[in-house]
């Protein structure tokens, strides 16, 4: 089982900056990749950006270059770097965890935190 805590989430004006943070605990070494996703209302949820352990990265085709996902191996967190928000980014952000044997992969969600793109 693995515990995901978002936090970082907030009101910010267009062309500003966000960080998120995940935090992982329980069985984290099982974890093969962490990431984020995003929900707006009455949208369905998007891939924004995920890092595999071996270094794979992907990107939302949205994202173009605004945001960058790393990953604290030492502090089991994945972190999002939101650079030029726009209002469309506006959404619920989640953290993401996939975890176990390629037979039996589990996905693990946190609770979301709130974006807020406005003047």
């Known amino acids: 089982q693995v515990h995901l805590v978002e936090s970082g989430g907030g009101s910010v004006q267009p062309g500003g900056s966000l960080r998120l943070s995940c935090a992982a605990s329980?069985?984290?070494?099982?974890?093969?990749?962490m990431g984020w996703y995003r929900q707006a209302p009455g949208k369905q949820r998007e891939l924004v950006a995920t890092l595999h352990n071996m270094g794979a990265e992907r990107y939302g085709d949205f994202v173009m270059g605004r945001f960058t996902i790393s990953r604290d191996s030492t502090r089991n967190t994945a972190d999002l770097q939101m650079n030029n928000l726009k209002p469309e980014d506006t959404a619920v952000y989640y953290c993401n965890a996939e975890a176990g044997p390629l037979i039996d992969r589990k996905t693990y969600w946190g609770q979301g935190t709130q974006v807020t793109v406005s003047s």
């Open positions: 329980g069985s984290v070494p099982s974890i093969n990749s």
